[in-house]
């Protein structure tokens, strides 16, 4: 959670905002992120992010639910409520098989989603500052944080010579807080007369 | 870039018309930023007034017990197992649209997929009413679920085909309506971001989870989107093989048959379909969608459901000839005299269900035809008919003779309650629906965008033909894609 102040370029074509990542990220700026209206395949290479491990964190999950399933069926049947069902087995695996199979569907899933949700920090009430709000209608949105070593007006020439549309500096929360989309307020902004 | 973009001339596309994305983002948006229409409205309160009897219906039911239905000795499962396994049934195509044919990386989903998914959740919540209200004292509903409990311990029974049913329909539903939301995190962002009103920021502004459209973001959504689809894939084929064993592993002559699983799976996917054409075509015409649900889309779907219709129909006419070749006298009285018998008292609904299921969708081996709105409106009402009567003839002509001829019950009709009950959950789906597509864009917006420039109509004219190229320069600007 901070205050930075970063420059946003705008683009309108993501044919002309791929060769633009690449020459912003050769002269050495810093992305801060590229905001799209649409997932762009080959854009997080691009971008150089490295590929997720979301894929793993659901393996994990789902074996957690098999394992869950198999052995929560097992301690009922074997030792916790044995009932002898005509004889047959206590450990009736086949029979086990459909329960186990939902369970790590299930576990797989929602511990997924919940992941992605805390990855990417979103749930409900979350607010956060966005850069563009053309951004989810038809616009790329590549923001550049300003640092020591990158002014301020030396990267808005840089976007505009790579092909930026549209370029303006903000100073933005880079978190999340919780608020309402409908108020305007940020909680890095100083209050009015509170106290009145 | 190009050829990563390119798509073979011959497919047809896929979006109509001249679009950029803020067309797109506006043509699909604008329906949720109006007023309802006068047609809206009469819908929604039509579907409210179902929804209203269904309650009653229900709640007389709750108040008096499961006699106010017409079940009787022998037919304990009538109109509600009848219903459920129908909605389960309905709710199929949703997740097939959305999983499997992501897998299959079929461009054409992306038209359908969002009100397909809405429209499987709201089936699975109809098909769950039935054996919830079915089972009387629904204030013990809980018992099913197993939990350490001051009852023994008593715990469900695990190897029982009811119990896998209570995990698999539950499990179904949670990760459709998973999917379904993380799928529309970005489009209800796209309605935050427009929107003018307050009441409206703050309220998708909740709804959106703060979704920013972050590259890192979109990467573990395609992620997530891709590992939930291979989820779903065997998840939308367990549902309905776990139903089918509701009937298939007891031992009543007509359930007994190892055939159901598929069968079920097949006949799901057909009435699925079925029930996606009817809400598309009407939605695509009073939303004005035509250019994102195309003739392209609508065709597309009448081979599945001739395709899966036949499936269901060599279905039918295996079952028929394994019950004489088994020589099983039971399992031939149950199709023989049951079924096949039109004078046998519900020999009428086997051949509705035949003529409805097996030889209606023939007529969409004709291009013509599959193509054709009206006649397409019509199929769909028909085989789901025919497919609600698939499950009549399965549940009450297996039941209604038992090995006992003094106990052949009487002529089997639902009550009012019986009726009410069915309409309810048809007004439970149509209000939901209605609400879904005022407030929520029933077509997947980022994911329209994503395809746009590959097989939207005009940027299709625009790409030359891949095909007129020389090999070595085809090979030479596909290795250097980016």
């Keep these: 959670m901070a205050v930075k102040k970063f420059v946003v370029g705008i683009f309108t074509d993501e044919e002309v905002l791929f060769p633009a990542i690449k020459k912003v990220r050769s002269a050495g700026y810093k992305i801060h992120d590229v905001y799209t209206p649409m997932p762009i395949h080959g854009l997080d290479h691009a971008m150089g992010l490295r590929d997720t491990s979301l894929h793993t964190a659901g393996f994990i999950y789902g074996i957690t639910g098999t394992t869950t399933a198999l052995s929560g069926i097992g301690w009922v049947f074997n030792s916790d409520w044995p009932v002898n069902i005509g004889g047959k087995s206590h450990f009736d695996l086949p029979a086990w098989i459909p329960i186990t199979f939902e369970l790590t569907v299930l576990f797989s899933a929602v511990g997924m989603v919940l992941t992605f949700c805390y990855l990417c920090q979103m749930a409900p009430f979350v607010r956060k500052h966005h850069f563009n709000l053309r951004s989810t209608d038809d616009q790329f949105t590549m923001v550049i944080e300003c640092t020591d070593k990158n002014s301020e007006t030396e990267i808005t020439a840089f976007l505009q010579s790579v092909g930026a549309v549209g370029i303006n500096t903000q100073m933005a929360e880079t978190g999340w807080w919780l608020g309402s989309y409908a108020k305007d307020k940020t909680p890095f902004q100083k209050e009015g007369n509170v106290l009145a | 870039m190009a050829s990563l973009r390119y798509e073979s001339q011959v497919r047809a596309p896929l979006v109509d018309g001249t679009k ?171 309605v935050r971001d427009r929107a003018k009103l307050k009441w409206r920021k703050a309220f998708y502004g909740v709804a959106s989870f703060g979704w920013s459209g972050s590259a890192k973001h979109w990467q573990r959504h395609e992620a997530l989107a891709l590992v939930l689809a291979g989820l779903s894939t065997p998840l939308v084929l367990s549902v309905h093989t776990i139903v089918s064993f509701d009937f298939a592993t007891s031992v009543i002559p007509g359930w007994h048959t190892t055939i159901f699983p598929p069968y079920f799976v097949a006949g799901a996917i057909f009435s699925g379909f079925a029930m996606v054409q009817t809400l598309l075509l009407v939605t695509r015409k009073v939303l004005n969608l035509k250019d994102y649900i195309t003739i392209e889309h609508i065709d597309v779907m009448n081979k599945v459901i001739v395709l899966t219709g036949s499936i269901v129909g060599i279905a039918y006419l295996t079952e028929l000839f394994i019950s004489w070749y088994g020589q099983n006298k039971y399992e031939g009285w149950a199709f023989a005299q049951n079924r096949v018998n039109i004078f046998s008292p519900y020999g009428w609904s086997y051949y509705l269900m035949m003529g409805c299921n097996v030889l209606s969708p023939q007529i969409f081996w004709f291009r013509k035809m599959r193509r054709n709105i009206t006649v397409t409106m019509f199929m769909s009402i028909l085989v789901n008919i025919g497919m609600w009567f698939e499950r009549f003839v399965i549940i009450v002509t297996s039941i209604y003779r038992d090995y006992l001829p003094s106990s052949w019950s009487t002529y089997y009709a639902p009550s009012i309650w019986e009726i009410g009950f069915y309409v309810g959950t048809f007004g439970l789906f149509f209000t939901c629906y209605f609400l879904f597509s005022k407030f929520f864009p029933v077509i997947a917006v980022a994911e329209i965008k994503h395809i746009l420039k590959k097989s939207g109509e005009s940027y299709k004219d625009k790409m030359g033909p891949q095909e007129a190229m020389p090999v070595e320069e085809f090979a030479h600007e596909y290795t250097h894609a980016h």
């Design chain 2, 20 to 190: 950029d994305y803020h067309q797109v983002t506006e043509d699909i948006i604008r329906p949720i930023e109006a007023a309802p229409t006068r047609s809206w409205w009469i819908g929604f309160i039509v579907a409210l007034g179902c929804l209203t009897f269904g309650i009653i219906s229900v709640a007389t039911q709750v108040i008096y017990g499961v006699g106010q239905w017409n079940l009787n000795r022998t037919i304990g499962w009538g109109w509600d197992i009848t219903n459920f396994v129908w909605w389960v049934g309905i709710g199929h195509a949703g997740t097939l649209i959305s999983a499997i044919l992501l897998l299959f990386r079929q461009g054409w989903r992306t038209g359908v997929n969002r009100a397909a998914e809405a429209m499987t959740i709201f089936a699975v919540m109809c098909a769950g009413q039935f054996p919830i209200w079915h089972m009387g004292r629904v204030w013990l509903a809980f018992f099913i679920m197993p939990y350490p409990n001051s009852r023994g311990p008593l715990w469900p029974n695990f190897n029982s085909p009811l119990l896998w049913d209570v995990f698999a329909i539950s499990t179904y539903f949670t990760v459709s309506l998973l999917f379904w939301y993380t799928g529309l995190l970005p489009d209800i962002a796209t």
